[in-house]
């Protein structure tokens, strides 16, 4: 039922707006097309993703989607963004890209009707955009097969992310469109790890993400002040 979707309408009609622009590199979207490298190179060299059946939640116009299919995976995207969901097969097509496709569901619905149906999830950059984070990860950890793994990425909720992801990035630096992270919505790592645990998720590998406003470059460190990621496997 829609009155129990764990979605905020005012966020998705807010990445429907500019989804016509997920492909641009030069767009609001640029972030994530130079962040898609390393998170993907990331995701791989814990889990080579060749052969594997691959769940992204939050899929959006489908940019690491895309990229973890062309890596050798079966790639299922997921989102509830109409407009974006319709970028991301249009992309899929004119790029001819295997074995991806994209489906407008919740990940909580899906757990439902596909438990422990794949190898590896990913859920990135999406869990600060929904009412509940927590429920998403719980059906994240439902989806995977017991010895697969899920990995998340988010932003931390400090003083530092605050100057950084909001003001540096949305108002000074012109990175993001303004609006496109509320600060109470951030999740601490220390947070995201209840939730992993509670989901009887095993946190295995944490990783931070910095740019570089000089180079404007991204790297991955071990600083989780801002951007972070998590590894996380389900126990056999």
């Avoid at 990229?67 to 097509?93: E, F, N, P, Y």
């Avoid at 994240?140 to 400090?158: D, E, H, I, Q």
């Avoid at 469109?177 to 590998?205: F, Q, V, W």
């Avoid at 990783?207 to 460190?221: C, D, I, Q």
Wanted: proline share 6%; hydrophobic share 40%; with cysteine.
């Amino acid at each position: 039922m829609t009155s129990t979707l764990n979605a905020d309408p005012a966020e998705l009609a807010k990445f429907s707006e500019l989804a016509h622009r997920w492909w641009d590199p030069e767009s609001e979207f640029r972030p994530l097309h130079q962040i898609n490298p390393l998170r993907l190179d990331w995701i791989n060299s814990l889990c080579p993703l060749a052969g594997h059946s691959i769940l992204d939640v939050g899929c959006g116009g489908g940019i690491l989607a895309d990229s973890m299919a062309r890596r050798g995976a079966g790639v299922l995207g997921i989102d509830l963004s109409t407009k974006a969901l319709k970028v991301a097969q249009l992309h899929a097509l004119e790029a001819q890209t295997p074995n991806v496709q994209y489906r407008e569901i919740s990940a909580e619905a899906l757990a439902d009707e596909q438990p422990g149906n794949f190898d590896v999830v990913t859920c990135m950059e999406m869990l600060e955009h929904v009412p509940d984070p927590a429920s998403v990860v719980r059906a994240c950890a439902t989806l995977v097969k017991p010895g697969g793994w899920v990995f998340f990425s988010t932003l931390n909720r400090n003083a530092k992310s605050f100057l950084f992801a909001i003001v540096g990035a949305e108002y000074v630096l012109n990175l993001l469109p303004r609006g496109t992270h509320e600060y109470a919505k951030m999740i601490r790592p220390s947070e995201l790890a209840r939730y992993c645990r509670e989901a009887d998720l095993e946190l295995l590998h944490t990783r931070g993400m910095e740019y570089n406003p000089l180079t404007r470059r991204y790297s991955l460190s071990a600083d989780t002040g801002v951007n972070y990621l998590f590894a996380t496997q389900k126990p056999w």
